[in-house]
């Protein structure tokens, strides 16, 4: 399998003034393409700094980072801004939709900025859409829409330009047990389809599911679980 | 690739409309600013039309006249007046001049059937109908003949006419001037012209009804009996060869009198320009006024600009999420800025354009629309929201996403 995420040394520190908080303390971690990958550690220990670095929405202090053998810390902004609109799609524990447009136009967003035409948008959103089973609320607006629901138009938004990445940052963090083992379902419907997720969870029972596990406590990898696969259909 | 100029127009729009009380609020100071570009620039208008009928109702740009100079106190004791003879020598140097009036006024007292009435009364050529642009409605002007033979005869205003004559027709009778007793051969066209002026009497013209008209070979070689003329008025063929001749008249006149100032030469075309100028001033000022509550409006605009951004930190942050580059942030704010404040601008011009009829009625000037005012005040309300916007523009450009993302 190729080798789609190669970090090393990865290091984060924050300014607060005068002290500098390290969020990331020399972080090494590879991904291949088409892995599912779970991220664990209390809560602190640098895991939603090391999903921005690995979306693309932030620089490291130190370290160096490659997606698909190119380095990134070489990319120029616009470069970067097309992976993240192309490669990556980001899912957040708040879902972090646009308040003030409908559920198909929160999808379209990435679409509008890859610069396809507005029918071919539409069409991209709907499709998706489908795929979520939320084909009955485009024209709803995400408040009026379950946290479930809204995680699904969410997780749409992510995949609706087909990115080979998908980044989860505790996902089913703000859900109940239902419409979160939904949303895993989703996730684990994507893996099957070959894409290569990346999950912040505290469950276990999804940890369980994932080709690897990364613990980090305090900006440090406690350790690197390969799981046996239990899950036939995965990992082909 | 990325977002067009279409697209950031229809987020700028649709930003707008879901917060449309915002919105209205935040460009009051446009619309206000803009209507008042417009009331203005049609005010200018206005008066410079009032202005130009003004020139025309006194006979017209091509008209220049020659007289005393008050400002030269003459210490040669030159001849402050003309004589006939060097009227003549003046007219047959500038063959190009179309009409030719010398006059000479005389303050006197009419009398008739017991009645008496204290005017002035000028004494004049034919030209002077064309010149003024101004003629007898009853009966008829002074003639060469006229002239040729110094008639006792007098062409006198409505004014005289209603004092003297009341309802009785004047033409035959005869009036008392002095000693003498002049036939009236006609009665000059009443002049109006509505006063907006704060002072003075309604009919603008008023002043014009109250004169009366002899030949000027009468008033001199009967009336004053004195060979002196005081001023006299020439018409250019048109506006434009006014200037021209003015000059020539002026290098005659100095020759004449030793080269000293005696007489001031001036032509209705540059008295135009030099009331246009300085009316200009004041156009200026209320011009830079409307600038000046633009500019306002324009910082209460980037303020409320400014707030919307913190208020969208999280927005920007998905939209950098879901790949929007910098200049696509940027293009949207500044965009969206623009797009108020041409909402702004084009309410402004509307409302601006429904008070004028107002404000005409108001002040007494009629004011007069232009589509050039449409594309001023259009132009400088986007240029407003163009500066306004480039701030807040950068500000949300420039935010880090994963700050914006963890905003609260
Ligand atoms: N902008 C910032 N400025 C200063 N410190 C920060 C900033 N962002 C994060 N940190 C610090 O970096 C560390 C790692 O934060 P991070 O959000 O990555 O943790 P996390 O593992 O995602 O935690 P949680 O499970 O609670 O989401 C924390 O100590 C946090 O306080
Ligand atoms: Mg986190």
Redesign the pocket.
Same mark, same amino acid.
């Given at each position: 399998m190729a080798e789609l995420i190669k970090v090393k040394a990865l290091k984060?520190e924050?300014k @607060?003034g005068k002290i500098t *908080?390290p969020?990331l303390n020399g972080v090494d971690i590879t991904i291949n393409e088409g892995e599912f990958v779970a991220i664990m $550690?209390?809560? $602190? !220990? $640098?895991? !939603?700094?090391? @999903?921005?670095i690995l979306g693309c929405l932030d620089t490291p202090t130190a370290g160096f980072y490659s997606l698909e053998n190119e380095e990134v810390s070489n990319m120029k902004k616009s470069k970067l801004a097309a992976i993240r609109n192309k490669q990556i799609g980001f899912v957040f524990?708040t879902f972090n939709l646009l308040p003030h447009m409908n559920v198909q136009k929160n999808v379209e967003l990435p679409l509008m900025y890859g610069g396809y035409s507005k029918r071919k948008r539409s069409r991209m959103a709907k499709k998706v859409l489908s795929e979520v089973g939320l084909s009955e609320r485009l024209k709803h607006k995400p408040s009026e829409l379950s946290g479930g629901q809204r995680q699904r138009v969410a997780i749409a938004r992510a995949i609706v330009n087909d990115p080979a990445i998908i980044l989860a940052?505790?996902p089913t963090g703000n859900l109940d047990t239902n419409s979160g083992n939904d949303i895993l379902g989703i996730f684990s419907e994507l893996h099957a389809q070959g894409h290569t997720i990346i999950i *912040?969870t505290h469950d276990s029972y999804v940890a369980k599911r994932a080709d690897k596990v990364i613990n980090?406590v305090d $900006?440090l990898i406690q350790e690197i679980e390969e799981t046996q696969k239990t899950d036939a259909t995965a990992g082909n | 690739m990325a977002i067009s100029l279409k697209e950031s127009i229809i987020v700028g729009f649709s930003d707008f409309w879901s917060r449309k009380v915002r919105s209205l609020v935040t460009i009051m100071g446009i619309v206000l600013g803009t209507m008042s570009i417009i009331v203005v620039l049609a005010l200018m208008k206005g008066i410079n039309a009032q202005t130009l009928a003004w020139m025309m109702e006194r006979g017209g740009l091509s008209k220049i006249s020659v007289y005393e100079n008050w400002n030269y106190d003459n210490p040669l004791n030159l001849r402050d007046y003309f004589t006939w003879r060097e009227l003549e020598l003046i007219r047959s140097l500038v063959p190009e001049a179309k009409y030719f009036n010398p006059q000479e006024r005389e303050w006197v007292k009419f009398a008739y059937e017991g009645k008496e009435y204290r005017s002035a009364v000028y004494g004049v050529l034919p030209d002077f109908k064309y010149i003024e642009e101004w003629d007898a409605d009853q009966g008829r002007f002074i003639s060469e003949f006229d002239v040729s033979q110094s008639n006792d005869v007098v062409v006198i205003g409505t004014e005289i006419k209603n004092e003297l004559f009341g309802s009785k027709d004047p033409i035959g009778e005869f009036i008392t001037v002095h000693i003498r007793r002049l036939q009236v051969i006609g009665v000059m066209k009443h002049r109006f012209m509505k006063n907006s002026g704060p002072v003075g009497n309604e009919n603008g013209l008023a002043y014009m009804n109250r004169r009366a008209f002899v030949p000027l070979s009468t008033m001199i070689h009967k009336g004053t009996g004195e060979d002196n003329i005081g001023s006299f008025v020439v018409k250019a063929q048109d506006a434009e060869s006014a200037p021209a001749l003015r000059e020539k008249l002026e290098s005659i006149i100095l020759n004449l009198r030793q080269g000293k100032p005696v007489f001031r030469v001036e032509s209705a075309q540059e008295e135009a320009e030099q009331m246009a100028k300085n009316q200009r001033t004041f156009q200026v000022i209320f011009f830079v006024i409307s600038i000046i509550s633009l500019l306002v409006g324009g910082i209460v605009i980037a303020n409320i600009m400014l707030a919307t951004i913190q208020e969208r930190t999280r927005e920007i942050g998905i939209r950098i999420t879901v790949g929007a580059r910098r200049i696509d942030i940027f293009i949207q704010f500044l965009v969206q800025t623009i797009v108020v404040t041409i909402i702004g601008g084009i309410l402004g011009i509307i409302v601006g354009l429904s008070l004028l009829d107002l404000v005409s009625k108001f002040i007494d000037i009629k004011l007069i629309a232009g589509p050039e005012m449409i594309i001023i005040a259009l132009a400088v309300s986007a240029g407003i929201g163009l500066l306004s916007g480039l701030i807040p523009a950068v500000i949300a450009s420039k935010m880090d996403p994963?700050?914006a993302l963890?905003y609260e």
């Open positions: 984060k924050y @607060m *908080v969020a $550690g209390p809560s $602190g !220990s $640098g895991k !939603s700094t090391l @999903m921005h524990q940052d505790e *912040v980090i $900006g | 994963v700050k963890r």
